[in-house]
C-alpha cells in the first residue's frame, strides 16, 4: 500500500504526476460541460457569478495536459472561503489559498491521474485573466501555434518540474493577456447576467 498524496513530498508528487502532454481532445469540452453542470448543482445556494472553460484545453488545435481547468467567480465581497468548502465537500482537494484565490484538483490518486482529472480556481469575479488569454489563442491561431511549440519544447525540459514549466511560460501568457485585455477591454469585467452568466 503506497504513500497518501498527503504523505508525499513535492518532488515525489511530480513524479507521479509528470507534465505529459497530449494531442488536443473533442472530450475535453464534453468533460468541461459535465463538471460545469457538477459545479453549478453543488453550488446552487453559492453567490457564483460565472464558470468558465480555461486553460489549454479550452484552446483549440493545441497539445496540453489532459487536465481541464475550470475557473468559478465568485460575486465580489462573498464568503469564498464558505464556498470553498463546499467544493472540498464534494470531493474536490484544495491545492492552495491565498487572499481571494483557491484552487482545487480533483483525479490525482495515489497510483497516478485516473481518466478525468480537473483543477478548479475559485476567485472572486474579474480576477480572470485566462479568458482573455484564451479568447486571444482562440481568434489567433499563429499565436496559440506558437504557444503549443513552446509547452512541448518545455515539456522535454521540465516533465518533473511544475513549478519551472509554468514560470518558463509566464512572460509569453503576460505579452498576450496584456494585448488580449486592450482588444477585448471589460469584456468580462462582471458576469453578463445573473449567476452562472
Known amino acids: 500500500m503506497g504513500k497518501e498524496l498527503s504523505e508525499m513530498s513535492l518532488e515525489e508528487l511530480w513524479e507521479l504526476f509528470p507534465i505529459i502532454l497530449v494531442a488536443?481532445?473533442?472530450k475535453w469540452h464534453v468533460f468541461y460541460d459535465e463538471m460545469e453542470s457538477f459545479l453549478k448543482t453543488i453550488l446552487s445556494e453559492c453567490p457564483i457569478e460565472r464558470i468558465?472553460?480555461?486553460g489549454s484545453t479550452a484552446?483549440?488545435?493545441i497539445w496540453a495536459k489532459n487536465i481541464v481547468d475550470v475557473l468559478i467567480e465568485a460575486s465580489e465581497g462573498s464568503d469564498i472561503w464558505g464556498t470553498a468548502k463546499v467544493i472540498e465537500k464534494n470531493g474536490f482537494l484544495r491545492m492552495s489559498a491565498e487572499m481571494g484565490r483557491v484552487s482545487?484538483?480533483?483525479g490525482y490518486t495515489k497510483d497516478g491521474f485516473a481518466d478525468?482529472?480537473?483543477h478548479v480556481h475559485l476567485r472572486y469575479v474579474g480576477d480572470n485573466d485566462e479568458l482573455y488569454f484564451r479568447d486571444y489563442l482562440n481568434e489567433h491561431t499563429q499565436i496559440a501555434k506558437e504557444y503549443e511549440a513552446m509547452k512541448l519544447e518545455l515539456w522535454n525540459l521540465f516533465e518533473h518540474d511544475r513549478d519551472a514549466y509554468t514560470d518558463a511560460k509566464t512572460g509569453f501568457v503576460r505579452k498576450w493577456t496584456s494585448e488580449a485585455k486592450k482588444l477585448y477591454a471589460g469584456k468580462y469585467k462582471k458576469a453578463?447576467?445573473?449567476a452562472f452568466g
Do not use: Q
Open 192 to 194: 453578463r447576467s445573473g
Open 104 to 106: 482545487f484538483n480533483r
Open 24 to 26: 488536443p481532445n473533442d
Open 59 to 61: 484552446i483549440t488545435g
Open 116 to 118: 478525468k482529472v480537473f
Open 52 to 54: 468558465s472553460h480555461i
